[in-house]
């Protein structure tokens, strides 16, 4: 039985359709206010609404499973490291990078031109639009996901786990503080005599 | 096919034709998912600003996967195909693993060069 029955069985409802609507709202606001937020901890709080946001549009489409883990692994696992990172390497709470204004100007004609196209191009597809059958939104689909994982996916499955590890070994190596050499060293000087009187001329 | 504009909305609310949610939304609303990660690894100077706009871009690529799972590749009524769910799960892995060791390079980065302004990484030497 699938988590969101009253959905499963009328897949076109207009209860699913006010929901699609609400997730895709939020989802979009929250990824234009990561574009448009300078704040890094704003930028990832937007972030955190936007995964919630794409989670729920998980659900509408039946993959619940999917859903939970993208709560759990993104929203809890990802986004704390991201918030994380963010704390380790904001000391100074100026923080803040204006990026030249040329660089917002061809970035934004590039996403528009990009956006225009790729909506073009996805209204004037017609796709093999098969509708989804109806007795197997009834199955448990973790069932088969757990399936196919064991199973046809079993060397992909297999080597994530070692990707996984390999992953922890190297972060845990990289991210061990290292002495600066003299000449890194004094470059980073000048980085902190530049950012400090940046601070002085903000405040 | 429920093609977007302006002058069709009020028809789609006055036939209940705007209840029809189908696989041209899901793969538009991915679209504008895409296009702000890709605007904000082009716009941001932080390197943290950046690893966020490519977890966007990664969400975007997992809503195409599972709505072209859900509207394209149904399957049978005796077993369900989940191919582009488990994909969706891979890319989900690989990206916390990706965020990691973005994380641990901008950490060592940071130690080396006090500030993680992507402006100021000129030299791979650490």
């Known amino acids: 039985m699938s988590v969101l029955p009253c959905l499963a069985q009328i897949p076109e409802s207009p209860a699913a359709a006010v929901l699609f609507y609400l997730f895709a709202a939020i989802s979009v606001a929250s990824a234009i206010g990561v574009v448009a937020t300078r704040n890094i901890v704003r930028t990832a709080l937007c972030l955190l609404f936007a995964l919630v946001g794409v989670a729920g549009l998980y659900f509408l489409l039946h993959a619940e499973f999917l859903a939970a883990v993208q709560l759990v692994v993104y929203a809890g696992g990802t986004l704390i490291l991201i918030v994380f990172g963010v704390m380790l390497t904001s000391k100074s709470p100026f923080s803040r990078f204006q990026p030249k204004t040329i660089e917002v100007v061809v970035a934004l004609i590039i996403g528009a031109v990009l956006l225009t196209a790729l909506v073009a191009a996805i209204v004037q597809t017609r796709f093999a639009d098969k509708p989804p059958v109806a007795g197997a939104d009834l199955e448990y689909p973790v069932r088969h996901l757990g399936e196919l994982l064991l199973g046809q996916y079993l060397l992909p499955f297999e080597l994530a786990s070692v990707l996984l590890l390999v992953v922890m070994i190297g972060a845990a190596y990289l991210a061990k503080a290292r002495r600066r050499e003299p000449e890194v060293a004094k470059e980073a000087a000048l980085n902190e005599a530049a950012l400090s009187q940046t601070a002085r001329k903000w405040s | ?126």
Request: net charge neutral.
């Open chain 2, 1 to 126: 096919m429920v093609v977007i504009s302006l002058s069709s909305i009020p028809l789609a609310l006055a036939d209940g034709s705007w209840a029809a949610v189908g696989l041209h939304h899901y793969l538009i609303l991915s679209a504008a998912l895409f296009v702000c990660g890709l605007l904000s690894m082009l716009v941001k100077r932080n390197a943290i600003g950046i690893l966020i706009g490519v977890e966007l871009v990664l969400n975007a690529a997992n809503v195409n996967l599972v709505a072209f799972n859900r509207f394209a590749h149904g399957g049978s009524s005796a077993a369900a195909l989940l191919d582009g769910q488990v994909f969706a799960l891979f890319v989900i892995v690989l990206a916390a693993a990706e965020a990691a060791v973005a994380l641990a390079i901008f950490l060592n980065f940071y130690n080396n060069f006090s500030t993680i302004d992507v402006e100021r990484a000129r030299e791979l030497r650490g």
